[in-house]
Each structure stands twice: as C-alpha cells, then as structure tokens.
C-alpha cells in the first residue's frame, strides 16, 4: 500500500519562504515519477512542478519559476518544493502526487497520477 504525506505548509507574509515536504512509503522512492499540483478555492487543480524518478530533470509551472524549486532525496523517500518570494496568490492547498514510472516524461496532468496526498495548505497574506 502507498501512502503519501505532505507537511510543511502554513501561513506567510508576501515575500516570504516556506519549504514543502512529501513522503513516499510503499514501494521503491525512485520508482516514482513526482509532481506537486495545487488547488485554490473555486479553481481547479494546477501544476505546478514535477521531476523525474532519479531527479535528472524538472519542470516548474511559468507562474511560479524562478521563485520555487523541486527536488527529491532518494535515500530518504522525501521529495520537497522550496518556495521563495510567495506571494498571495500562490495561496492554495499544495498535493503531492507519485506516479510509478521510470522515464524522462514529465508529466503535468493530475489524471497521470495515481498516488495523491492529503494536501497542506499554504497561505500568503499581503
């Protein structure tokens, strides 16, 4: 059974950092291809970055690149997103999502992915 588990969110003032951290149990980290997506109210969910399984390749949505970096520690089954210069709008639930693939595809559409976490809600005020 796989089981993914995000912490790391809270509240921040615009400008401000926060980093996000997801865990994998289950099965083989590096077997998994990671994204992080995210969701605000009364919008649908987003991409918002993904890497590949041995962490050779990303991907960052134009809305955030440059301020959020994705990266992953295959020893420790822990993929993470450092978001810098936050601003309110990145205000949204943030998932983590697996899909058990190795390739170089980056996928970015919720529906590839088939292993989903709780959600941690990261909120920016102005």
């Known amino acids: 059974q796989v089981q993914v588990v995000e912490s790391g969110g809270g509240s921040v003032q615009a400008g401000g950092s926060l980093r996000l951290s997801c865990v994998v149990s289950?099965?083989?980290?590096?077997?998994?291809?990671m994204d992080w997506f995210r969701q605000a109210p009364g919008k649908e969910r987003e991409f918002v970055a993904v890497?590949?399984?041995?962490?050779?390749?990303?991907n960052h949505a134009d809305s955030v690149k440059g301020r959020f970096t994705i990266s992953r520690d295959n020893a420790k089954n822990t993929l993470y997103l450092e978001m810098n210069s936050l601003k309110p709008e990145d205000t949204a639930v943030y998932y983590c999502?697996?899909?058990?693939?190795?390739?170089?595809?980056?996928?970015?559409?919720?529906?590839?992915?088939?292993?989903w976490g709780q959600g941690t809600q990261v909120t920016v005020s102005s």
């Open positions: 289950g099965r083989t980290f590096s077997s998994y291809t």
């Open positions: 999502a697996a899909r058990a693939e190795r390739s170089t595809i980056l996928r970015t559409n919720p529906w590839e992915y088939s292993y």
């Open positions: 890497i590949s399984w041995s962490g050779g390749r990303t």
